[in-house]
């Protein structure tokens, strides 16, 4: 699951970027926070024109990141979707398998993220695929 914002490759005013910093120092992995909660990282900086963020449920459990409750970060993902006017939220469960169901609307999308963190935490339900786009 991944967030595309085309917008600068600076923090905007909805998210802040730091680097992961481990008990050995920093490193060159660069986190996304909306406050204090981490959203993903950064996957791939553009030539400032936008970021693309691998948000959470796509990141390595084992790694000791500072990971937000489930609501957390439902709440912040959220908040960014409704905040970016220029965020693309796009989540495939089976990598060009599943047909890509495209949402327009705000409220389809509280719906399926709920399955997608729900899914995330314990490995129950479905998992959609689907990208949102606010028109």
């Not at 085309?6 to 986190?31: M, N």
């Not at 047909?99 to 729900?118: A, E, F, I, M, S």
């Amino acid at each position: 699951m991944h967030v595309e914002l085309r917008k600068h490759a600076t923090a905007t005013e909805t998210i802040s970027i730091k680097p992961f910093v481990t008990p050995f120092g920093e490193t060159d992995e660069l986190l996304c926070y909306v406050g204090e909660t981490l959203l993903g990282k950064i996957m791939e900086c553009g030539d400032g024109e936008g970021k693309v963020i691998a948000l959470l449920p796509t990141l390595d459990r084992k790694r000791a990141y500072p990971w937000p409750s489930a609501d957390m970060f439902l709440q912040a993902l959220l908040h960014v979707l409704r905040s970016e006017s220029n965020a693309v939220l796009s989540c495939e469960r089976d990598t060009d398998q599943d047909k890509v169901l495209p949402l327009t609307g705000y409220h389809d999308v509280t719906t399926v993220l709920t399955q997608v963190v729900k899914f995330s935490k314990d490995g129950t339900g479905t998992c959609p695929t689907f990208l949102y786009q606010k028109l």
